[in-house]
């Protein structure tokens, strides 16, 4: 009997779900407070997760849930970069 492997749960800044780590996307702070979507998953930083969708974006955006995940205030256009790479 093969041993079942545990998968990581992680929630979404915008709808404060709890979803699989690999249904959701990475957005990343690193030590030089540059803030950036992670493909791979495994990028150096604090992380935060938020779901594929828009609405889950636009929802983070109106309750400053990035701000509050990195600690920092987020310039619009940090916002404007995500927005165009989630969408794709």
Do not use: W
Request: hydrophobic fraction near 30%; glycine fraction near 6%.
């Amino acid at each position: 009997m093969k041993k079942q492997r545990k998968v990581p749960m992680r929630k979404c800044i915008g709808c404060g779900e709890s979803k699989s780590k690999f249904d959701l996307v990475r957005i990343v702070k690193n030590k030089e407070n540059e803030i950036f979507v992670d493909d791979t998953g495994k990028a150096n930083g604090r992380g935060a997760y938020i779901c594929k969708d828009p609405d889950c974006l636009n929802k983070a955006i109106k309750t400053h849930a990035l701000n509050k995940a990195f600690g920092m205030n987020i310039s619009d256009s940090v916002y404007e970069d995500l927005k165009s790479s989630l969408i794709e």
